[in-house]
Each structure stands twice: as structure tokens, then as C-alpha cells.
């Protein structure tokens, strides 16, 4: 059985509801802004496509290959990247994450053939890994399981709420600057856009703790409090002894496997997002980016009410289940709709709300069995080798456009996927990651 916190007084209590809103409210909001700078940098080579495919001649399947050279470099520098961190500390490595991606994002602006265009997106993976782990495995270091879930829920909002920000944003972007100094729109919405992530790197190394001892804005008493629940929960916590005995836990396999599924489902929608709209009969790329802003929206609220019923039931596996399920169903439904416009949106809506709900409480999952090192260690393998799928899903989706003229086959492919992965959750004992 998982640890369960004792009874506590109504003064203790009080304390330790007071050091967790402090924890986040220092802490969330900034993670949240550092993944939305993230999270853009990554997807807007989505809108990109709509302009610099035609100005440089790339075919479908070309910028799905390019698409998915990201995850090859991410993969490869993934875990070794987490366990870095783990060993020097969020504040400098984080930081020197995000510089780094900042870059090479401003560098797109100079691609001219595929070789540099696969060139680039693969030092943009080698560049961002570890970032997203890394933050996982950071929010261990501050709340229990119990708490854990909603947080990662709130956290992991950046990613609709970059594509509520990201999408006009994009648009306007790419229609305002276009000509200017003789650079195409997309160009400038390279630059602009890796402007904040070079801001953001610089702020992590001022304001960002390693830890609960470190925070100078947490009392003794409340450091002391939270230093417990986490040092109680950990004698309930598998502990693996190195890398290897990692690896050889048939848990995390398993885990890989329902993260590759659900990553499939995840980039097949936000990959080609603005295509399906485009498709669906929505003209100019400010309006796409304003349309496409909508499942976002709607997904931030659906999503951070799926983490926290987790959290309140302790029940992670048919939530993640569940939400992959749904995810499968709008994406299936959004292909079927073809150019109903208003039947399409609802139906992406459907699948933003699923897809983005089941990711909080997958990586619920394994924080639920894994520690320390073995923690560093074990997220970064899942969502290393889960996010191979980000290479396999546009690499194919672009495939399967080029060979049918249509999105449909592929939609309907990363829809199988998504729901053979949450079979397999379902396939999980439940007192392994249900606490």
C-alpha cells in the first residue's frame, strides 16, 4: 500500500496547507511561463509550415521527417541531461537548458534546404532535453503523491496556454512581419520567438531553488514540515540502485510503451493542429491562429479538473485511461467531419480535452514508484524513448498525407494508438500507482 500522511492537528495542518500555497505560488507560475516559452519554440514549426513550405519547396513528407528529427537528439541526450541536474541543481541547469534552445530556435530563420532544416531541429532536441523530466523530477523534490498529480496538472497547462497565446500570436506574427527587411514572415517568427526563452534562461538562474533547505522564503518550521512528508513518503518508494536496475524494472517498459502511444495522439494534434483547421475551412493564418487557440482554452480547465479528481480519489489509472480514450474519439470524429468547420473545431476540442488530460496523471504513474536518482533516471527513459513517437507520429501523419492527399488516414492512425496505450493502462496493477 502506498504511504498515507498521519493525522494532523488542526495547527499542523493549518502549517502545512500554508507552506504548500507558499511552495506554489512561488513556483508554479514561473514553471508554468518557462514551459509555455518551451512548448512554443518546440510546436511553432506548425505554423512555420504554412508559409515556408511553398517559399522552399518541402514536401509533406520532408517537414514530417523535420518535424520529428527533434525527437532523435532528445532522445539520445534525455537521460543523462536529468541526471545532471539532479546532480547540480535545477537553478543552473534549467537555466542553461533554456538559453541553449533559445539559440538554436533564432537560427531557423536561416534554413534554406532540408539538410539544415533536419540539422537544426535535431541541436534543437540535443538543446531542450531534459527540460520537461527535469521539471517532473523538480516537483518531486517538493510535493508528496498526494499532492503531486495537480501540480503536474497545473504545470503542464503551458501547453494549451501556449497554444492560446502561440497561435494568434503566430499568426499575426507571420502576416505583420512578412516583408519586412526583406525576411519572410516565417523568419520573423523564429526570431521573436526565441527571444523569450534567452530571457527566460537568465531569470531561472536568479529566481529558481534546488530545493526545500534552499528556499530562504520558507521558515524553518515550514521547511522542516515539508522535508517530513516527503522523507515519510519515501520509505513507501521503490529504490533502484543504479541506471541499470532502472532499466530492468519491466514497469518502466511498460510505461515507455502507453507514453509512446499517448505522445503519438499528443503531436499527431499539435504538430498538424493548424492544418486540420486549415483543412476544416478556416482561411489566413491570423484566423487559424485564433480558431486553433479554442481547444486550448477549453482543455486548460478540463484538464486541471481531471488532476484534481485524481489527487481526490488517489486513482490514476482510469483517468488516464479515460482521457486517451476521448483524445482518440475527437481526433477520430475531427477527421471524419472533413470541411464542417464548426463540427471540426468541436470535435478538436474533444481531443485537446482528452490528450492534454491524460498526460498530468500518466506521469502521476511512475513518480509513484520511483525515487531519487532512480526517479532522474526512470522519468527521463519514459519520456526519452515515449517521445520517440514525436519523430514516428508527423513523420507518418506527413507520410500519409502525401500518399492520400488527406490528414484522415493519419488521424485515424495516432487514434489507434492512443487507445491501445490506454488498454495497456488499464493493464496496471492498481496498487502500484494508485496513492
Known amino acids: 500500500m502506498g504511504y498515507k500522511s498521519p493525522v494532523l492537528s488542526t495547527t499542523a495542518m493549518t502549517l502545512e496547507s500554508r507552506a504548500y500555497r507558499k511552495v506554489t505560488w512561488?513556483?508554479?507560475?514561473?514553471?508554468?511561463?518557462c514551459y509555455?516559452?518551451?512548448?512554443?519554440?518546440?510546436v511553432n514549426i506548425g505554423f512555420a509550415r504554412l508559409q515556408m513550405l511553398d517559399d522552399l519547396g518541402f514536401s509533406e513528407t520532408v517537414y514530417g521527417l523535420g518535424a520529428g528529427m527533434f525527437f532523435i537528439g532528445y532522445f539520445l541526450f534525455e537521460v543523462p541531461s536529468n541526471l545532471i541536474l539532479h546532480r547540480i541543481g535545477a537553478r543552473l541547469w534549467i537555466g542553461r537548458i533554456m538559453i541553449s534552445w533559445g539559440l538554436v530556435s533564432a537560427l531557423f530563420m536561416f534554413t534554406t534546404t532540408p539538410a539544415v532544416f533536419y540539422s537544426l531541429r535535431f541541436l534543437l532536441g540535443v538543446s531542450e532535453a531534459g527540460f520537461f523530466p527535469g521539471i517532473i523530477l523538480y516537483l518531486t523534490y517538493w510535493y508528496p503523491a498526494e499532492r503531486r498529480v495537480r501540480m503536474i496538472a497545473l504545470f503542464m497547462t503551458a501547453v494549451p496556454i501556449a497554444g492560446v497565446?502561440?497561435?494568434?500570436?503566430?499568426?499575426?506574427?507571420?502576416?505583420?512581419?512578412?516583408?519586412v527587411l526583406g525576411w519572410?514572415?516565417?523568419?520573423?517568427?523564429?526570431?521573436?520567438?526565441?527571444?523569450?526563452?534567452?530571457a527566460m534562461g537568465l531569470a531561472v538562474a536568479v529566481y529558481l531553488d534546488n530545493g526545500i533547505?534552499?528556499?530562504?522564503?520558507?521558515?524553518?518550521?515550514e521547511k522542516s514540515l515539508l522535508e517530513?512528508?516527503?522523507?515519510g513518503e519515501r520509505t513507501a518508494v521503490a529504490v533502484h540502485q543504479s541506471l541499470s536496475s532502472v532499466l530492468a524494472d519491466r514497469r518502466v517498459w511498460l510505461l515507455c510503451a502507453i507514453y509512446f502511444c499517448y505522445a503519438m495522439g499528443h503531436y499527431g494534434l499539435t504538430f498538424w493542429l493548424p492544418v486540420l483547421m486549415q483543412t476544416a475551412g478556416v482561411e489566413g493564418t491570423l484566423k487559424i491562429g485564433v480558431v486553433t487557440a479554442v481547444p486550448y482554452l477549453v482543455a486548460i480547465v478540463v484538464m486541471i479538473l481531471v488532476g484534481r479528481n485524481a489527487d481526490e480519489r488517489r486513482?490514476?489509472?482510469?483517468?488516464?485511461?479515460?482521457?486517451?480514450?476521448?483524445?482518440?474519439?475527437?481526433?477520430?470524429?475531427?477527421?471524419?467531419?472533413?470541411?464542417?468547420?464548426?463540427i471540426a473545431v468541436a470535435c478538436l476540442t474533444l481531443a485537446a480535452c482528452g490528450v492534454f488530460s491524460a498526460g498530468p496523471v500518466f506521469w502521476g504513474l511512475p513518480t509513484a514508484f520511483l525515487g531519487g536518482a532512480a526517479a532522474a533516471a526512470g522519468i527521463a527513459a519514459i519520456n526519452s524513448i515515449?517521445?520517440?513517437a514525436g519523430f514516428v507520429s508527423p513523420y507518418a501523419v506527413g507520410w500519409l498525407k502525401d500518399l492520400t492527399r488527406s490528414t484522415e488516414a493519419g488521424m485515424y492512425a495516432v487514434s489507434a494508438a492512443l487507445v491501445v496505450g490506454a488498454l495497456a493502462v488499464l493493464g496496471i496493477p492498481p496498487r502500484l500507482v494508485n496513492r
Open 386 to 388: 515515449g517521445n520517440l
Open 315 to 342: 486513482e490514476r489509472r482510469w483517468h488516464t485511461a479515460v482521457s486517451m480514450i476521448v483524445g482518440a474519439l475527437g481526433l477520430t470524429l475531427s477527421a471524419a467531419a472533413g470541411g464542417h468547420t464548426a
Open 213 to 221: 533547505r534552499s528556499a530562504s522564503w520558507l521558515t524553518e518550521e
Open 36 to 42: 509555455v516559452v518551451a512548448y512554443l519554440d518546440r
Open 228 to 231: 517530513r512528508n516527503l522523507l
Open 184 to 198: 519572410a514572415g516565417w523568419q520573423w517568427l523564429f526570431l521573436i520567438e526565441a527571444l523569450p526563452a534567452l
Open 26 to 33: 512561488r513556483l508554479l507560475p514561473f514553471l508554468v511561463l
Open 165 to 179: 497565446i502561440g497561435s494568434p500570436l503566430s499568426g499575426w506574427i507571420m502576416e505583420s512581419f512578412a516583408g
